[in-house]
């Protein structure tokens, strides 16, 4: 056995108590929300499930699949339309609380159960998540995303639950075009250890093959790499504030402070060395690569500000630290973690932008009864209104009476 194996510590179990409290911590953040949202920004996803055959969900959406979302819009629509907004908060839910527990497992894999008790909770209410995991299936390919790169820097944790790791890498590889990040970690890692282990090649396998399918889609649509802004520094928004700032330059520093604490690090373990750079590579690399396609936004923010607290966590819970620099080092990861939660707690609940609107069963309800007059053929439903701001989804009356059932068939 490896000495990268008896140096890392994982626990059997996690504590029984932390399922309901993860749970309740992602629910929590949706009460605010949970009677206005739709499923998904513009219900494109619902409206194509409803619509098109069950293969739409191998259909490419922004030049890339994105099955998770697409399957569960599949699930959604067997619902009452005016009840969508209950059951994909409970699928997101289900989804984060989920991933939460697997960056948890393996922070404890580095820095023992402490740390992963806090990575577990931080998950779960990370700061960005206020806009980008309330209601919104379209958006748990970030948290997958997130829990996929924990993964697979963490090879014990990887290897001990080896074909439940495999179906996550698969779910956010055929979900998100950024699994190209942690399989090329995975793969340099590989090559720098010279060291694999039972399952290596299958692992090796299904990241390569997840992301050249995500190549080959979008170089087939022929999408922009940029996806939102012009080609200089991307500023949305005007006055946007700490918290907006903070989705950008938050998980890049936490990043860039967890790669000089692993620079800092004894060399007589190579090996945990090697993984604690590794850790602040692929966090600072997905967050520079989120930023000069998507610019400053709250869902590739869930990711890179969890990954970058990980990153921090696990590189300043490195036992080969020089002893000159460990107490800087714990109380840097005391600092970080703790701006981490002030903006956790600040943006805890939705924001107005998702709570402005109607009541999503109020509004299917008015909408009916304006068919039922018998002098329209088709309404807009409302599913944001914000000021001056309206955004609305048109559907036939027929669509709407044959869709708010159980079970509609196709």
């Known amino acids: 056995m490896s000495p990268r194996v008896n140096q890392l510590v994982v626990g059997t179990t996690k504590p029984v108590f932390l399922v309901p409290i993860i749970l309740a911590a992602v629910l929590g953040r949706s009460w605010t929300a949970i009677h206005h949202l739709p499923p998904d920004p513009g219900l494109g996803f619902q409206v194509a499930a409803r619509e098109g055959s069950v293969l739409q969900i191998f259909s490419l959406a922004d030049g890339y699949f994105q099955l998770v979302p697409r399957l569960a819009s599949e699930i959604l629509a067997l619902v009452p339309l005016g009840q969508l907004t209950y059951w994909s908060t409970l699928f997101n839910a289900l989804i984060v609380a989920t991933c939460a527990l697997i960056v948890g497992w393996c922070a404890e894999a580095f820095a023992g159960r402490t740390i992963g008790l806090l990575m577990s909770l931080a998950t779960a209410i990370t700061y960005a998540s206020s806009e980008g995991l309330v209601g919104n299936v379209w958006s748990v390919r970030w948290t997958l995303l997130s829990a996929t790169c924990a993964l697979t820097v963490t090879p014990q944790v990887l290897h001990r639950c080896h074909w439940a790791s495999m179906a996550l890498i698969l779910m956010t590889g055929l979900s998100h075009a950024y699994i190209v990040v942690p399989a090329s970690f995975f793969i340099v890692r590989q090559i720098l250890t010279r060291q694999t282990r039972k399952g290596d090649w299958s692992i090796t396998a299904v990241l390569l093959g997840a992301s050249l399918i995500q190549i080959a889609g979008f170089l087939s649509t022929n999408s922009p790499v940029q996806k939102y802004g012009a080609q200089t520094i991307y500023v949305p928004w005007a006055n946007m504030g700490v918290f907006w700032y903070a989705v950008f330059l938050g998980p890049i520093s936490l990043s860039v402070a967890a790669l000089a604490i692993g620079l800092l690090a004894s060399k007589s373990d190579d090996s945990r060395r090697l993984d604690v750079l590794l850790v602040g590579c692929s966090s600072a690399t997905l967050a520079v690569l989120s930023y000069l396609q998507l ?94 701001l309206e955004a609305s989804e048109t559907l036939a009356c027929a669509t709407i009476q044959d869709w708010d059932a159980w079970f509609w068939q196709r």
């Not at 990711?303 to 080092?329: D, E, H, I, W, Y």
């Not at 998702?354 to 439903?381: F, H, I, Q, Y």
């Open 295 to 388: 610019g400053i936004k709250s869902s590739p923010a869930v990711a890179t500000s969890v990954l970058g607290l990980f990153a921090l966590l696990v590189s300043a819970s490195n036992p080969m630290l020089k002893s000159q620099v460990r107490l800087g080092t714990k109380s840097l990861a005391l600092l970080g973690s703790a701006v981490f939660l002030v903006l956790s707690l600040e943006s805890y609940l939705a924001s107005d932008y998702l709570t402005s609107g109607p009541k999503w069963m109020s509004e299917v309800a008015l909408r009916k009864s304006e068919c039922s007059r018998g002098d329209v053929s088709e309404v807009a439903l409302l599913y944001l209104k914000r000021g001056d």
